[in-house]
């Protein structure tokens, strides 16, 4: 019985691994919102500080790494580990960026927030 259980045991935590690898690959969400000059991105980043995440913009690539520590205490045993450690992410921006303007984010409560300003091209025409 103390084999079956043990078994059972390891494959629940190897199936918790390879979901945590999917959701590290897939993750994070992003939802991008455009107004009139910015683009305004919000990033969900649960369980990661401000200081586990770094940002960086190449033309219109925005960079998003987080890594956080892992605790390796013995005192207790693991079953399953499903959240992410390692967010390593690229996004592509609809929008020309006026790269000199980009110089913070906001991290508060989980969920990043990036507010980007925008090249507008062309000229408003007023219709009458």
Same mark, same amino acid.
């Given at each position: $019985?103390g084999i #079956?259980?043990?078994? @059972?045991?390891? $494959?629940i935590?190897e199936?918790?691994?390879k979901? %945590?690898e999917?959701y590290? +690959?897939?993750l994070p969400?992003?939802? $991008?919102? +455009? *107004?009139? /000059? =910015?683009? @305004?991105l919000?990033? /969900?980043?649960?369980?990661f @500080?401000?200081?586990?995440?770094k ?6 690539i925005?960079t998003?790494?987080a890594?956080k520590d892992?605790s *390796? =205490?013995?005192? &207790?045993?693991?079953?399953c580990?499903q %959240?992410p450690?390692?967010i *390593?992410k690229?996004?592509r ?5 006026? *790269?000199?303007?980009i110089?913070? #984010?906001?991290y508060e409560?989980?969920v990043?927030?990036? $507010?980007i300003p925008?090249?507008? &091209?062309?000229? /408003?025409?007023?219709?009458?």
């Amino acid at each position: $019985m103390g084999i #079956a259980k043990s078994l @059972t045991k390891e $494959m629940i935590k190897e199936i918790g691994n390879k979901s %945590r690898e999917f959701y590290e +690959f897939v993750l994070p969400p992003v939802d $991008m919102y +455009f *107004d009139k /000059d =910015k683009l @305004t991105l919000l990033i /969900d980043l649960p369980g990661f @500080t401000k200081n586990d995440i770094k940002l960086s913009l190449e033309g219109n690539i925005l960079t998003i790494q987080a890594c956080k520590d892992i605790s *390796d =205490k013995k005192d &207790h045993s693991i079953i399953c580990n499903q %959240r992410p450690n390692i967010i *390593d992410k690229k996004i592509r921006l609809p929008v020309d960026i006026k *790269d000199e303007e980009i110089n913070s #984010a906001k991290y508060e409560n989980g969920v990043l927030t990036v $507010m980007i300003p925008v090249k507008k &091209h062309g000229k /408003d025409i007023s219709i009458e």
